[in-house]
């Protein structure tokens, strides 16, 4: 199975050329899907129905995490774009810092539902009746409207 791998906090010049020797040992407990699925299952529980999980990177950092990333994906418009991530320590499968990384989706994924259109007309309140009603016109069409008269002449 192919995995991007990201090398987390190498210095790297500006320009020129760079040699780069990594050499990382650990041991993979969780796999990646296992990592995405725990993600996602904690993303529903925890932040919205509305946000899921995507297929990790593995970021060879002090611990090993895979870093999985979280879209907002809302009905009317589908998926609308990454919110955040979520790192899941290789070893233990512990996420990383689930506070931090759960008020960065929520602040990016309000960010982002700001800037969408409105889909719904505002509805007259009525306390006596909370009923659902129909969002769309109501097209009454008369006969007349339907089969107009022919105007030919023969």
């Known amino acids: 199975m192919a995995v991007p791998v990201l ?9 020129g050329p760079v040699k780069l020797n990594v050499t990382s040992s650990f041991t993979i407990n969780v796999s990646a899907a296992e990592a995405q699925h725990q993600v996602h299952k904690w993303l529903i529980d925890e932040v919205s129905c509305n946000i899921g999980a995507d297929s990790p990177t593995l970021i060879l950092s002090e611990p090993p995490m895979w870093r999985v990333p979280a879209y907002l994906s809302l009905p009317p418009y589908g998926r609308l774009g990454q919110v955040g991530v979520v790192d899941v320590d290789v070893e233990s499968g512990k996420l990383n ?24 007309p ?12 129909s969002m769309a016109q109501l097209l009454r069409l008369s006969e007349a409207d339907l089969y107009p008269p022919d105007n030919t002449s023969d």
């Open 7 to 15: 090398l987390d906090a190498y210095a790297l010049p500006t320009k």
């Open 122 to 133: 505002p509805q007259p309140s009525s306390e006596a009746s909370h009923t659902a009603t």
């Open 97 to 120: 810092n689930p506070a931090d990384s759960l008020k960065a989706i929520e602040e990016a994924a309000q960010k982002i539902s700001q800037r969408l259109p409105l889909m719904l």
